[in-house]
């Protein structure tokens, strides 16, 4: 008897169900009335007394162990109907891989750029590395000119004439330097400024800075296609108002505001009341920039003008933290426009 009820022992733990039906047909035949284990009890009743003890015990164990299996394989069936079924059907369609987003600051750069292209703007790039000289020499920062800490920079210890560039606007330098007017280019990258971190603030950011230079360019070229920018970026109900402000490498200069299109210039907490937002820094390029790139200022004229993109996305999307820009959290990542 110990051996039949060994066997039925290693039949239970060897039992696999192709289909969770199998599981109750087991089921049936090993713990149901008329099932092998029911057999066995009554085999038990005419065993020998001393022989009672040990064969009980391992009836007993049989009994919890088969009953044990039997819920076991109910569980896994249930858990992966699903799955048994993906594999029968060969038909059904795949899963999509899920697609990335665009970053917003990515979004924003290139609605710039090609706001600007259709004014006849190309995009030039340069070095996020610079020297002193295209950051701030040529752009009219005379050495220990105080208007060098407008912008916290970055040097590099060993040698203080390296640093990382803190305006794009030394792209602009490089332009002014390898071509001949008239130029039109337009200036995204990437910048660097020592300050703190915090929701308004970073020590990495984005601009994208625009030249113009040719014969006669006037300021009220400049505030024209400052006009048409804001129109084409935040609507055709959009309007500017420049005030007076200084930059070394511009004069006159100004800082530039738009209309808020949150609450179309009556006033709310974005624009703390006033109904206008600061978007960006502009002016008639300084005669001694030209001059230092070679350019001769008495023929020629321009004007520049820089902003920042984390601004510009952050009016557009009503982004409240600097940081989120960063911070590359998928559920931030995932509200912008997809790749396709
Ligand atoms: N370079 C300036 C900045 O980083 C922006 C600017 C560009 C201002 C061109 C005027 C003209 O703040």
Redesign the pocket.
Same mark, same amino acid.
């Not at 047909?25 to 008329?34: A, H, M, P, S, Y």
């Not at 066995?40 to 049989?62: I, S």
């Not at 594999?87 to 795949?94: A, L, S």
């Not at 490089?174 to 603030?201: D, L, W, Y």
């Given at each position: 008897m110990i051996e039949k009820i060994n066997d039925l022992l290693r039949r239970v733990e060897e039992f696999k169900p192709k289909a969770s039906a199998e599981i109750e047909e087991f089921r049936i035949k090993v713990l149901g009335k008329k099932g092998e284990l029911n057999a066995l009890l009554e085999e038990f009743k005419a065993v020998a007394p001393e022989m009672k003890r040990e064969l009980g015990q391992k009836l007993n164990q049989l009994k919890t162990r088969a009953l044990e299996r039997v819920n076991e394989l109910k569980q896994q069936a249930e858990q992966q109907p699903e799955n048994q079924k993906t594999v029968e059907d060969m038909t059904r369609p795949g899963s999509n891989d899920p697609l990335g987003t665009r970053h917003p600051i990515s979004l924003v750069r290139n609605e710039i750029v090609s706001i600007f292209s259709r004014l006849g703007y190309t995009v030039a790039e340069g070095p996020e590395i610079e020297d002193d000289w295209h950051v701030f020499s040529a752009l009219n920062f005379p050495p220990e000119h105080p208007a060098r800490d407008m912008?916290d920079t970055f040097f590099i210890e060993k040698n203080p004439d390296i640093l990382l560039r803190?305006?794009t606007?030394s792209i602009q330098v490089r332009t002014m330097e390898n071509q001949k007017p008239p130029i039109r280019v337009i200036c995204p990258g990437r910048v660097f400024r020592n300050e703190a971190i915090s929701a308004r603030a970073h020590c990495i950011f984005h601009?994208v800075?625009g030249l113009y230079i040719d014969e006669h360019v006037s300021f009220a070229d400049l505030k024209q296609s400052i006009l048409y920018f804001a129109k084409e970026c935040f609507g055709e109900n959009a309007r500017i108002r420049l005030r007076p402000s200084y %930059?070394p490498?511009?004069e006159p200069?100004a800082e530039v505001d738009v209309s808020c299109n949150l609450c179309g210039g009556k006033g709310c907490n974005v624009c703390k009341g006033t109904g206008w937002l600061e978007i960006m820094?502009?002016?008639m390029v300084d005669p001694n920039v030209l001059e230092a790139s070679g350019i001769d200022s008495h023929k020629y004229s321009g004007f520049? %003008?820089?902003m920042g993109v984390e601004r510009i996305a952050m009016l557009k999307f009503g982004v409240k933290d600097l940081r989120l820009y960063f911070e590359n959290d998928i559920r931030f990542l995932q509200q912008f426009e997809s790749v396709l």
């Amino acid at each position: 008897m110990i051996e039949k009820i060994n066997d039925l022992l290693r039949r239970v733990e060897e039992f696999k169900p192709k289909a969770s039906a199998e599981i109750e047909e087991f089921r049936i035949k090993v713990l149901g009335k008329k099932g092998e284990l029911n057999a066995l009890l009554e085999e038990f009743k005419a065993v020998a007394p001393e022989m009672k003890r040990e064969l009980g015990q391992k009836l007993n164990q049989l009994k919890t162990r088969a009953l044990e299996r039997v819920n076991e394989l109910k569980q896994q069936a249930e858990q992966q109907p699903e799955n048994q079924k993906t594999v029968e059907d060969m038909t059904r369609p795949g899963s999509n891989d899920p697609l990335g987003t665009r970053h917003p600051i990515s979004l924003v750069r290139n609605e710039i750029v090609s706001i600007f292209s259709r004014l006849g703007y190309t995009v030039a790039e340069g070095p996020e590395i610079e020297d002193d000289w295209h950051v701030f020499s040529a752009l009219n920062f005379p050495p220990e000119h105080p208007a060098r800490d407008m912008q916290d920079t970055f040097f590099i210890e060993k040698n203080p004439d390296i640093l990382l560039r803190t305006h794009t606007s030394s792209i602009q330098v490089r332009t002014m330097e390898n071509q001949k007017p008239p130029i039109r280019v337009i200036c995204p990258g990437r910048v660097f400024r020592n300050e703190a971190i915090s929701a308004r603030a970073h020590c990495i950011f984005h601009q994208v800075e625009g030249l113009y230079i040719d014969e006669h360019v006037s300021f009220a070229d400049l505030k024209q296609s400052i006009l048409y920018f804001a129109k084409e970026c935040f609507g055709e109900n959009a309007r500017i108002r420049l005030r007076p402000s200084y %930059f070394p490498f511009t004069e006159p200069s100004a800082e530039v505001d738009v209309s808020c299109n949150l609450c179309g210039g009556k006033g709310c907490n974005v624009c703390k009341g006033t109904g206008w937002l600061e978007i960006m820094g502009c002016g008639m390029v300084d005669p001694n920039v030209l001059e230092a790139s070679g350019i001769d200022s008495h023929k020629y004229s321009g004007f520049a %003008f820089g902003m920042g993109v984390e601004r510009i996305a952050m009016l557009k999307f009503g982004v409240k933290d600097l940081r989120l820009y960063f911070e590359n959290d998928i559920r931030f990542l995932q509200q912008f426009e997809s790749v396709l």
